[in-house]
């Protein structure tokens, strides 16, 4: 299928060939019959995106610091890889569309229909392509009388009408609306719908006569005469509510709204613009201000958006997909008095020709609604650039498909492998096929998909790299194992017993073996550790310190379903390099955290206790400075200590003497990555899978005792 496509690092915008997507449990597919490019938001997205990589940092100081912070701690390599391979993602473009449903995922069969013609809502999913992929509470019925070209204003009018929510102004109440783009436009009509006077003011001459066209009482420039206006409008009183839907760095609409509000008035932002405003004025005046979040209620909530939660109407009447419901419900044209989106609509081009809709939204020729308009014959057939293909020679080559391509895939373990000895990258399949796309066309793939199946069921490809996220560990590896392919699985290796069980099962049935990226034990430093612990004898004392920086509360890593918490996915890693240092079984594991500590669990402390009589503890924290070192491992044997600082540097201090130890600085990540192919190649395989599974149960046991507060025993 063909999708718009913006390069984050250039600017450059092109109409690409690129998977097409799968539908998914509570989700449509949904074919494209028009997207509306908003003039404003995609100007400013573009506008940023084509900025020199001195100007981006100017417009986001917050990233800045992020990339300062990163550099600290690991370097200027490490720190580049990361921000180039963010700046290389594909950029997919729109976020309010209409279209027709061509299949319904697991879940909402009673709700849509293939057929159904709907209005679709969401960054990164009402894109501007052929096919989209969207959750249900994203996507409303369109009403049979309402064309596809207007419902595809949709989202952007739940905008509008989530502010005026926000101003909650009442029938008869005087409300001023500043900034007359595409927002402005609908506020205003919103507004008239609602029994409201309208005051519409901006500085061009054309938006103020279409808001008087469509209905605003007082229609003006913003200026000192407006402020008159008002007033005499308003018999003194000033409005009750301002609606500010500027796009500008100027702080004049704020200044505007406090000269014309009255007092203890409701000023509500829906657009960006400058934010400084007079203390005075607004203190004397008591007025409120209201930032409108998009759409309504459930916006940037993944629990509604992605998994399809609801809210109790009791509470909560107007969600954002209500939102858009009644929105598409009032542009059919037999209402008294319908949305009128028609003359909104400025320029009208064909799908093929997007790259000069989006030269003509960032020149100087003015404009307003611009709609995109699409074939109208399906296009269900996944529109792909291959390469000729590379078949594998039984024995003499790794040929791998990779399902997943997140940040740690594409900065660290796709550029090792691009560059190994016998080594093919075959398919690359992801969710979205931009980001398949863009993969192949980087690292080299043979081919690129959105169906994991064109891997499993591929007899050329005979290994798979699973680096999805968390929760589907444990199903593709068992596919995999059952296809006859080898399997190296990003940790952790599963987030249920159950999980673990069934990939014991398939590998039983399999002659391929499954590896999980426990990259640590294979970094030169573990293995001079383990070699030093091997050579004292007596039991052996381990304390790993890491310092791992707190995740914004709504990282999927923390949804209990998805990522399944810190400690089952991050902590894992260090549960599993103690048991390799050790090099005995884990007999039992305890772990406390931190009273009125933080929600979700960031913070715990691990105890294991081995076979041999060895502990090791594990102090996993959130709260460190981001600056200081990562990781710390401490190894105490004999009489002897050797410390691991963030596999940078390590020492040995023994009779009373200090030296450096001389292995290799690095996390063990190209190690790892060849010891997966040589044994995909004929070789040993690398990590006993018993073991395995042993630290993966060890560290569900670790979440198992925080929950119980008791020691968990596993033999």
Not at 22 to 46: C, M
Not at 79 to 84: A, E
Not at 177 to 196: A, E
Not at 552 to 566: I, M, N, Y
């Amino acid at each position: 299928m063909k999708q718009v496509i913006q390069s984050a690092r250039t600017g450059k915008l092109a109409l690409k060939d690129v998977p097409a997507p799968r539908v998914k449990a509570g989700h449509l597919l949904v074919q494209t019959r028009a997207s509306l490019i908003s003039a404003g938001t995609d100007r400013l997205v573009t506008a940023f995106a084509r900025k020199s990589m001195i100007g981006k940092a100017k417009a986001r100081p917050d990233l800045v610091k992020k990339v300062i912070d990163k550099f600290r701690r690991d370097g200027f390599a490490e720190t580049w890889t990361s921000v180039m391979a963010r700046l290389d993602e594909p950029l997919p473009l729109g976020y309010s569309a209409a279209g027709i449903v061509t299949a319904v995922g697991a879940g909402i069969e009673g709700t849509f229909s293939v057929g159904d013609r709907v209005a679709i809502a969401g960054a990164g999913l009402a894109n501007h392509a052929e096919l989209n992929v969207v959750p249900k509470n994203l996507c409303v019925p369109i009403p049979p009388n309402v064309s596809d070209e207007d419902a595809c204003f949709a989202t952007l009018s739940a905008i509008a009408m989530h502010a005026v929510r926000n101003a909650g102004a009442a029938l008869g109440e005087h409300v001023a609306v500043i900034g007359l783009g595409l927002v402005g436009q609908l506020v205003c009509q919103l507004l008239k719908l609602s029994g409201v006077r309208v005051a519409a003011l901006d500085v061009d001459p054309t938006r103020i006569d279409l808001a008087r066209q469509l209905g605003a009482e007082v229609c003006g420039s913003i200026d000192d005469a407006t402020a008159n206006t008002i007033g005499h409008w308003t018999k003194e009183k000033g409005v009750d509510a301002v609606i500010i839907a500027a796009s500008t760095d100027s702080n004049e609409p704020f200044e505007t709204a406090a000269a014309i509000a009255r007092d203890r008035a409701r000023v509500v932002l829906v657009g960006k613009t400058g934010t400084e405003f007079s203390y005075r004025d607004f203190m004397q005046k008591e007025l409120n201000i209201i930032v409108s979040r998009s759409y309504g209620p459930g916006r940037y909530d993944d629990d509604f958006e992605v998994r399809g939660h609801t809210y109790p109407e009791g509470y909560v009447r107007w969600t954002e997909t209500e939102n858009l419901a009644e929105c598409a419900r009032l542009m059919a044209p037999d209402l008294p008095m319908p949305l009128n989106i028609s003359p909104l609509i400025s320029h009208r081009f064909a799908f093929e020709q997007t790259e000069s809709a989006y030269e003509l939204i960032t020149g100087d020729e003015p404009h307003l609604g611009v709609v995109l308009q699409y074939p109208d014959e399906a296009a269900n057939v996944p529109a792909q650039k291959f390469t000729a293909p590379r078949l594998s020679t039984s024995g003499h080559e790794c040929v791998i498909g990779v399902i997943g391509a997140g940040g740690f895939a594409k900065t660290q373990m796709l550029p090792a492998l691009k560059g190994m000895k016998n080594t093919v990258l075959h398919t690359l399949v992801t969710e979205r096929g931009a980001s398949a796309e863009h993969g192949q066309g980087t690292f080299g793939f043979t081919q690129a998909s959105t169906d994991d199946s064109d891997i499993f069921s591929n007899p050329d490809i005979n290994a798979v790299l699973i680096a999805t996220r968390h929760d589907t560990h444990a199903t593709l590896t068992a596919k995999a194992l059952q296809a006859g392919k080898s399997v190296l699985v990003e940790k952790p290796l599963a987030l249920t017993r159950d999980d673990i069980n069934d990939i014991a099962s398939a590998r039983n049935g399999s002659k391929a073996f499954f590896q999980v990226g426990f990259n640590r034990r294979f970094a030169p430093m573990s293995r001079a550790m383990k070699k030093f612990l091997s050579d004292h004898d007596g039991t052996k004392f381990l304390l790993l310190r890491v310092n791992t920086g707190a995740l914004p509360k709504d990282h999927w890593v923390h949804d209990t379903e998805q990522g399944g918490g810190r400690i089952l996915g991050e902590a894992c890693h260090f549960i599993d390099l103690a048991r390799f240092l050790i090099g005995t079984s884990i007999e039992s594991v305890q772990a406390s955290a931190p009273r009125a500590g933080s929600v979700p669990c960031e913070d715990a402390t691990i105890t294991l206790r081995f076979a041999d009589g060895s502990l090791a503890t594990i102090a996993y924290t959130a709260r460190g400075d981001a600056a200081f070192s990562k990781e710390r491992i401490e190894a105490y044997a004999g009489g002897a200590v050797m410390v691991i600082d963030d596999f940078k540097s390590c020492s040995v201090t023994e009779n009373g003497q200090s030296k450096n130890n001389n292995a290799a600085p690095g996390k063990g990540i190209q190690q790892e990555l060849q010891a997966f192919v040589d044994a995909c190649l004929g070789g040993d395989v690398p990590i006993d899978e018993a073991e395995l599974i042993e630290t993966s149960i060890a560290t569900l046991a670790a979440l198992e005792s925080l929950q119980s507060g008791e020691r968990i025993n596993l033999t």
